[in-house]
């Protein structure tokens, strides 16, 4: 569904990807661990447009997408959710779940799936004419994968989703990432620190350390790896 | 007390115009960080435009009404076509650049287009037809209200209205007040920023053409340079009220037109100015994000 083959990415002087393959096949949960700074943030960025890749090439479902316009990439069905969530302050929540459907003109299905989303965490419902500044930051962890599940997207980008959050909602917020994957048929390439947790949730996984792919395989065999064990789980 | 109303009503109507000048401002501000100096400039385009096509459109002997109608709509949209070509031209480029960069592009900008205008018109002042028909139910009045003073009250209460109506409630200007908030994270939902900010730049510019023409059938002259002091009032309004905020910009024009009115009406017409700087020296002091602005701290 996704492919990355030799990407280079650089801010200014400074190169932040180095030859970054991966793939995510159809239906996946893949996931891409690294410490920080690695260069995770900078991958979903350059897969969303926001960063253009200097050098290499990115496919969606077999067409090239590097060098589009991240509008361009929505309409395609990539979407994301940016680490820090990025809520839309003073938007309200209804209006933030709006923004999501932005490019949508489908309004009766637009209207049927905010239900949905309502139906899923019934929170944002009772705050729905609050200002999304106004939320809990599990709520709006909540709202900012609500409204990027508004485009219906075929590929959800998620980065770092945990940060910030209670370890039980951390937990909650997995089983609804799972339940995501398996009940709309939304491939996921998924951005974590929590590298333990990521694995568990997870098909397969990529190791990302100074802007390079360093390992890759099935999240099991991932988890099992000493290497992956003593770099990222603090055992 | 028939003077007092007269110098609140003329207070209200320089607010109007201020407001319709400061609208721009704020938009432009509140979703690139960007003082646009050469917004004064619209302004005063938007009056020459709408001085020709009032010309012109006088010769085939239209009534005033419609001749008010058609030279409003042409100065709105020529002017915006002026707006749109400006951001490309001086701020698109150096939208990366330090917030230096495009500041002093923007003062080159206005300090262009004046030029520009007096040399294809002329240096003086120009006399501008009264487009505002005399109501004849404002009769009684005459010594509080005009009709060209009604008029702004009258048609800049609807635009700002439907202004605030569009951003509230259709698709976008939700896209726009998202893209003031984070461009990034608008940028990620698909809505093509560029676009918005043109359409921002439109916006602002055919509303401070409409303030020019009004008030140019209200004083009934123009020049190349009404431009400027008019656009440092209304960009000393925006700060008053709170850059970045729209029912800022409106109350900050009212309360800066009111002040220099009844300045001018109980002390002295020299000491107008005096006044209006005065009360933005006060309010920076005690409120420096002005009287609807937020701290800047919550902008992160």
């Known amino acids: 569904m996704l492919e990355l083959r030799g990407v280079d990415a650089a801010y200014g002087n400074i190169q932040a990807l180095h030859q970054v393959s991966l793939r995510v096949e159809p239906g996946e949960i893949v996931t891409l661990i690294g410490a920080n700074g690695a260069g995770k943030t900078t991958t979903l960025m350059t897969i969303s447009g926001l960063v253009v890749p200097r050098r290499g090439e990115i496919l969606f479902e077999g067409k090239p997408i590097s060098g589009l316009a991240p509008d361009r990439l929505v309409r395609r069905g990539i979407c994301q959710v940016p680490e820090g ?48 500044g106004t939320l809990s930051g599990g709520e709006q962890q909540m709202l900012a994968i609500s409204r990027a599940l508004m485009a219906r997207p075929r590929l959800l980008l998620l980065d770092e989703p945990s940060m910030g959050l209670a370890p039980l909602l951390t937990k909650h917020l997995f089983e609804i990432i799972s339940r995501i994957n398996k009940e709309q048929q939304t491939t996921i390439l998924l951005v974590e620190q929590n590298a333990n947790l990521a694995l568990q949730t997870a098909d397969r996984g990529y190791v990302l350390e100074n802007g390079r792919i360093v390992m890759h395989d099935a999240a099991t065999a991932l988890r099992r790896s000493p290497a992956v064990q003593s770099a990222y789980f603090g055992i | 007390m028939e003077y007092f109303f007269a110098l609140l009503f003329s207070g209200l109507t320089k607010g109007a115009i201020y407001a319709l000048i400061a609208l721009g401002y704020t938009m432009v501000y509140g979703i690139i960080g960007l003082i646009n100096f050469a917004h004064g400039e619209m302004y005063m385009i938007g009056a020459f435009t709408a001085l020709i096509v009032s010309s012109v459109l006088s010769i085939y002997g239209l009534p005033l009404p419609a001749i008010l109608l058609l030279a409003g709509l042409a100065a709105a949209i020529w002017t915006g076509a002026y707006g749109y070509t400006v951001e490309r031209l001086a701020y698109r480029p150096l939208r990366d650049a330090s917030r230096l960069a495009p500041l002093i592009s923007a003062i080159g900008m206005s300090i262009f287009l004046q030029n520009y205008v007096l040399l294809a018109q002329t240096p003086d002042f120009v006399s501008f037809p009264r487009l505002v028909p005399e109501f004849a139910f404002l009769e009684p009045y005459s010594a509080i209200i005009t009709s060209s003073g009604l008029m702004i009250l009258v048609v800049s209460t609807l635009v700002m209205a439907t202004l605030t109506l569009v951003i509230k409630f259709t698709r976008t200007g939700k896209a726009m007040r998202a893209t003031a908030q984070d461009r990034k994270m608008a940028l990620l939902v698909g809505i093509n920023v560029d676009r918005i900010i043109s359409l921002t730049f439109v916006t602002g510019s055919a509303l401070a053409a409409i303030g020019g023409l009004l008030i140019a059938s209200h004083n009934g002259q123009i020049n190349f340079a009404i431009g400027f002091i008019a656009g440092i009032k209304a960009f000393t309004a925006a700060v008053l009220g709170g850059i970045g905020s729209i029912p800022g910009a409106v109350l900050g024009s009212y309360v800066l037109g009111l002040t220099e009115a009844f300045a001018t009406g109980y002390v002295s017409s020299d000491y107008e100015d005096v006044f209006a700087f005065s009360l933005l020296v006060l309010i920076l002091i005690f409120r420096p994000a002005g009287l609807l602005g937020k701290a800047a701290a919550e902008k992160v």
Not at chain 1, 89 to 118: C, K, P, S, W
């Open chain 1, 85 to 132: 969530r990025h809520i839309f302050a003073e938007l309200t929540v209804a209006e933030n779940l709006d923004m999501g459907a932005f490019l949508r003109r489908d309004h009766r299905q637009v209207a049927r799936d905010r239900e949905q989303i309502y139906h899923l965490f019934p929170v944002l419902q009772q705050r729905r004419r609050q200002p999304g």
